[in-house]
Structure formats: structure tokens, C-alpha cells
């Protein structure tokens, strides 16, 4: 029931969100001021106090008062908005910020209690509050747009003197269930395009997924840079990610890895996003649907992807789609423990680890396999720790610049000698996605002063 409210909820935002976008498309620039009256409302003032009513109202909806203390509810009628871009901008802006709030709230955190000026509410009295609220601001904008445009406004229901054949086409096919934004949000997702990435340009996916994750559990770099060589190492093929535009721009994606994994050509999601505005239209399944065809003709037999054990929602989603959650994967970060040992430690080339088949398990996530080091060259380091008698005790892989491990293995039980080999390179070190089968590092991962961050699930899907 509640999961059920949530999507009608969304569809229905989602719903009076278009009827303004529709509008806004048929109007020009200066129409956004225009005014029956001197005191009456422009489009301009109605999306300003609509845009900050929203971040008010959405920003920590969980948590804090619906009418924050920083904000000017009585400026918010004052007509400074300069032009329709800036105009479209505070509509997304706050749009933006009610659906991310919206993809927060679970089963875990339904039955929160919000406040709006120190007043109660259950979570659907707020929302219910906001929707009516809404459609009230939008049916407005709406109405003015019909003033501005006169005859020449094209509908956006059903248009005069089409009721009757409205009706009969509707009661021709057999009584279903469904939500009645369904055939409007459809038919405004027929513009929707969904191809491949390789012609789009790495700033406009990084612009997209920025946005798309605004908000989300870790904050992700914006630097363009960073990305290309973050999809370097997790081996990204443009042909092989694929994304959904709207009349040209990018509103959601998924961004493959294609190598081998565990014996099967693999394509691995190193990353999914859907803007808010685009989410509850099942984006990523489309995506999937058209995808899936093109991998299986390249080889491809498996997807592979990671996702936030907290990020309940998504999981269902991929669930829908055919993925199934195969192991978990566990982050920690932190400064290690000081040490009186000075273990003697190598510098090698990554390849002679490679000679003598490291590693001797198959446990590393898909961006700390040998794969994907042989890509990242000279981004990490490979050294060996060694007893007096220069025996072998293990060997890790790190970056030196930011100290994350990609690797970690012990040849004995001396955890201690090799948390002190690592210290010599990096004090503030973190590792993530590591195997919750591998217990004894965990432990002493924890022992010798790293924190457990966050968790993630690997999901898996044979195509």
C-alpha cells in the first residue's frame, strides 16, 4: 500500500509538472511577466514562490520543519526574475529538490512524522498538502498561458468538442487498472531517444550524472577529468553505454564496463542515473530493454552492477529488471593505528604480482581486479613485505595520493606487519568494496583503526 502510494504520488507531480512544462513551451520570453491586472500574478512570480516553497518544504523533509528559517516567503512575490531561463531554472531547481526528497522515503521511514510551522503531519498529509498546493499554482500558470495564447493555445487535456470521442475510444477497450497520468506522461515520454553513448560528449554525461545524484548517499566528483579516468579503469566502452534523451538532452543513462569476469564476458554498470524530474517513468528499464539485444549481440552473457545497501528503492528496481543480489561488499576508511614496526617493503612492478598468479581468489570487486589495475598503469603502487629472511608476508596495492588499497593479502597471519607496511606509504588510507567473506581482513581492518563507511550489494543478471 504504501509503495503503491508512493508511485501514484510521483506520477502525479510528475503529471502537473508537465502541464507547465507544456505551458512554458508555448509561451514566449516576455509572456512570463505578463499580467491581467497590476496586482495580479505573473508565470514569473507563480514559479518563484512555487520554486521556493519547494525547497522549503522538500529540503530534509524527513527531518527538519517544513518552513525553514531561511526562508522569505513574502520576497518570493517580488518580481526580480530577470528572464525564462532563469525562470526554467528555479522550476527545476525545485522540482529537482521534492522528487529527491520523495525517492528518500521507504518503508523504514514511512510512518515519520513531518512538521510544517511546529503543525504534525503523517507523511501523507504532508504530501497530499503539497499536491494540492501545487496543482492550485499550476492551474494558474495554465490558465494564463490560455489568456496569453487565445486561439492559438493548443490543449492540454482533451480539446473542446472532443469529449464524446474521447469517451468512446476509452470505454472501446476492456476495464484495467491503471493511473490516469499514465497515457500524458507516455505520450510526453514519446519524445524520449534512447542510443548509445558514444557520440555524446564526456562533459554532458558528467553534467547529467551530476544532477541525477544530487543529494545522493556519497557526494561524487565533478571533474571531468576524474570521470574520464575513472571509466578508463572500470574499462567503459561508449558503444556499450546507452542513454535516454528528450529532444537531445541526456535525462538518464547507464555507463558499461565490458571485459571478462569470472570466466564470462561481462557487462558491468559502473554507474545509472535518471534526472529527477524524469524519475518513476521507468527510465533504466527502457534502457535495459533496448540494451540487453545489442550486449547479447556483442557476446555478452552477464551484467553485473553494485548498489548502496541502504538504496532500497534502486534495488527494486534492478529486482524488477532480473537482477539478483550475489554477494556484499563492505567500505572502510579511517587513520591507521601507529606502529612500532618498520616492516621492509618493495616497490615492484605490478606485473611480477601477475607472474605469480595474485590474486589467488576471485573476491576483488570489478575495480580492483587485475584488469582493471593493468588500465589504471601508474595510478597505483605495488609493494611486497618481506621477513628478515626476505620471505614473502604479503603484498598490497595502493594510490599513493589519496590512499585508497586496491589490493591486500597476507601470506601469514601478520596483519600487523602489513598495516604497518601500508602506514609507511599512506596514514589516512580507505579500501572499499571489500568481500564480507574475507573475515580476517575485515577484523583487522577494523582492529587497526578503519571504520566500516558503507555497505554495498554486487547484483547479477545472466542475459
Same mark, same amino acid.
Given at each position: 500500500?504504501?509503495?503503491?502510494?508512493?508511485?501514484?504520488?510521483?506520477?502525479?507531480?510528475?503529471?502537473?509538472?508537465?502541464?507547465?512544462?507544456?505551458?512554458?513551451?508555448?509561451?514566449?520570453?516576455?509572456?512570463?511577466?505578463?499580467?491581467?491586472?497590476?496586482?495580479?500574478?505573473?508565470?514569473?512570480?507563480?514559479?518563484?514562490?512555487?520554486?521556493?516553497?519547494?525547497?522549503?518544504?522538500?529540503?530534509?523533509?524527513?527531518?527538519?520543519?517544513?518552513?525553514?528559517?531561511?526562508?522569505?516567503?513574502?520576497?518570493?512575490?517580488?518580481?526580480? @526574475?530577470?528572464? $525564462?531561463?532563469?525562470?526554467?531554472?528555479?522550476?527545476? !531547481?525545485?522540482?529537482? *529538490? #521534492?522528487?529527491? =526528497?520523495? /525517492?528518500?522515503?521507504?518503508?523504514?521511514?514511512?510512518?515519520?512524522?513531518?512538521?510544517?510551522?511546529?503543525?504534525?503531519?503523517?507523511?501523507?498529509?504532508?504530501?497530499?498538502?503539497?499536491?494540492?498546493?501545487?496543482?492550485?499554482?499550476?492551474?494558474?500558470?495554465?490558465?494564463?498561458?490560455?489568456?496569453?495564447?487565445?486561439?492559438?493555445?493548443?490543449?492540454?487535456?482533451?480539446?473542446?468538442?472532443?469529449?464524446?470521442?474521447?469517451?468512446?475510444?476509452?470505454?472501446?477497450?476492456?476495464?484495467?487498472?491503471?493511473?490516469?497520468?499514465?497515457?500524458?506522461?507516455?505520450?510526453?515520454?514519446?519524445? @524520449?531517444?534512447? $542510443?548509445?553513448?558514444?557520440?555524446?560528449?564526456?562533459? !554532458?554525461?558528467?553534467? *547529467? #550524472?551530476?544532477? =541525477?545524484? /544530487?543529494?545522493?548517499?556519497?557526494?561524487?566528483?565533478?571533474?571531468?577529468?576524474?570521470?574520464?579516468?575513472?571509466?578508463?579503469?572500470?574499462?567503459?566502452?561508449?558503444?556499450?553505454?546507452?542513454?535516454?534523451?528528450?529532444?537531445?538532452?541526456?535525462?538518464?543513462?547507464?555507463?558499461?564496463?565490458?571485459?571478462?569476469?569470472?570466466?564470462?564476458?561481462?557487462?558491468?554498470?559502473?554507474?545509472?542515473?535518471?534526472?529527477?524530474?524524469?524519475?518513476?517513468?521507468?527510465?533504466?528499464?527502457?534502457?535495459?530493454?533496448?540494451?540487453?539485444?545489442?550486449?547479447?549481440?556483442?557476446?555478452?552473457?552477464?551484467?553485473?552492477?553494485?548498489?548502496?545497501?541502504?538504496?532500497?528503492?534502486?534495488?527494486?528496481?534492478?529486482?524488477?529488471?532480473?537482477?539478483?543480489?550475489?554477494?556484499?561488499?563492505?567500505?572502510?576508511?579511517?587513520?591507521?593505528?601507529?606502529?612500532?614496526?618498520?616492516?621492509?617493503?618493495?616497490?615492484?612492478?605490478?606485473?611480477?604480482?601477475?607472474?605469480?598468479?595474485?590474486?589467488?581468489?576471485?573476491?576483488?570487486?570489478?575495480?580492483?581486479?587485475?584488469?582493471?589495475?593493468?588500465?589504471?598503469?601508474?595510478?597505483?603502487?605495488?609493494?611486497?613485505?618481506?621477513?628478515?629472511?626476505?620471505?614473502?608476508?604479503?603484498?598490497?596495492?595502493?594510490?599513493?595520493?589519496?590512499?585508497?588499497?586496491?589490493?591486500?593479502?597476507?601470506?601469514?597471519?601478520?596483519?600487523?606487519?602489513?598495516?604497518?607496511?601500508?602506514?609507511?606509504?599512506?596514514?589516512?588510507?580507505?579500501?572499499?568494496?571489500?568481500?564480507?567473506?574475507?573475515?580476517?581482513?575485515?577484523?583487522?581492518?577494523?582492529?587497526?583503526?578503519?571504520?566500516?563507511?558503507?555497505?554495498?550489494?554486487?547484483?547479477?543478471?545472466?542475459?
Amino acid at each position: 500500500m504504501k509503495e503503491n502510494y508512493l508511485t501514484s504520488i510521483k506520477k502525479q507531480f510528475q503529471y502537473y509538472k508537465l502541464l507547465g512544462d507544456q505551458t512554458f513551451s508555448q509561451i514566449e520570453a516576455a509572456d512570463i511577466f505578463w499580467k491581467y491586472h497590476p496586482e495580479a500574478n505573473s508565470i514569473a512570480i507563480i514559479v518563484k514562490h512555487l520554486w521556493g516553497n519547494m525547497k522549503s518544504r522538500w529540503t530534509d523533509f524527513l527531518t527538519t520543519d517544513g518552513e525553514k528559517e531561511w526562508r522569505q516567503r513574502d520576497q518570493e512575490f517580488v518580481e526580480d @526574475i530577470k528572464n $525564462k531561463e532563469e525562470l526554467l531554472a528555479k522550476w527545476e !531547481d525545485g522540482w529537482q *529538490c #521534492l522528487f529527491t =526528497a520523495i /525517492d528518500a522515503i521507504d518503508e523504514d521511514n514511512f510512518d515519520t512524522i513531518v512538521y510544517i510551522r511546529n503543525m504534525g503531519h503523517s507523511i501523507v498529509e504532508a504530501i497530499n498538502r503539497q499536491l494540492a498546493h501545487y496543482a492550485y499554482h499550476v492551474g494558474q500558470i495554465v490558465f494564463i498561458g490560455t489568456l496569453i495564447k487565445g486561439d492559438a493555445w493548443k490543449s492540454l487535456s482533451i480539446p473542446k468538442g472532443q469529449s464524446s470521442s474521447y469517451n468512446q475510444e476509452k470505454f472501446k477497450q476492456p476495464k484495467r487498472q491503471a493511473h490516469f497520468t499514465d497515457e500524458f506522461l507516455n505520450k510526453a515520454s514519446s519524445s @524520449i531517444e534512447i $542510443k548509445n553513448l558514444k557520440e555524446t560528449p564526456l562533459k !554532458d554525461i558528467v553534467e *547529467c #550524472l551530476l544532477e =541525477a545524484f /544530487d543529494g545522493y548517499f556519497v557526494q561524487m566528483p565533478s571533474d571531468v577529468a576524474y570521470w574520464r579516468k575513472r571509466y578508463q579503469g572500470a574499462r567503459v566502452d561508449f558503444e556499450y553505454c546507452y542513454g535516454a534523451f528528450d529532444k537531445g538532452k541526456l535525462v538518464a543513462f547507464i555507463i558499461n564496463g565490458v571485459d571478462r569476469l569470472n570466466g564470462h564476458l561481462t557487462a558491468f554498470n559502473t554507474g545509472t542515473g535518471v534526472l529527477p524530474a524524469y524519475r518513476g517513468r521507468q527510465l533504466v528499464d527502457k534502457i535495459y530493454a533496448y540494451a540487453i539485444p545489442l550486449l547479447k549481440e556483442k557476446g555478452i552473457t552477464k551484467c553485473v552492477l553494485e548498489v548502496i545497501q541502504d538504496n532500497a528503492r534502486a534495488i527494486r528496481v534492478y529486482q524488477r529488471i532480473g537482477f539478483a543480489i550475489q554477494r556484499n561488499l563492505n567500505c572502510y576508511k579511517g587513520t591507521l593505528s601507529e606502529s612500532e614496526q618498520v616492516p621492509k617493503i618493495k616497490k615492484i612492478d605490478f606485473s611480477e604480482l601477475q607472474e605469480l598468479g595474485y590474486p589467488k581468489h576471485n573476491f576483488y570487486s570489478w575495480d580492483h581486479t587485475n584488469d582493471a589495475l593493468v588500465q589504471l598503469g601508474k595510478e597505483y603502487e605495488t609493494y611486497t613485505v618481506v621477513d628478515p629472511a626476505n620471505q614473502l608476508l604479503g603484498y598490497f596495492i595502493i594510490n599513493p595520493t589519496n590512499g585508497r588499497l586496491a589490493q591486500v593479502e597476507v601470506e601469514t597471519e601478520d596483519f600487523a606487519t602489513i598495516t604497518a607496511a601500508i602506514s609507511q606509504v599512506a596514514k589516512e588510507v580507505r579500501i572499499v568494496n571489500v568481500d564480507d567473506r574475507r573475515v580476517d581482513l575485515i577484523e583487522n581492518l577494523l582492529t587497526y583503526g578503519l571504520q566500516n563507511t558503507i555497505n554495498q550489494y554486487e547484483m547479477e543478471m545472466d542475459i
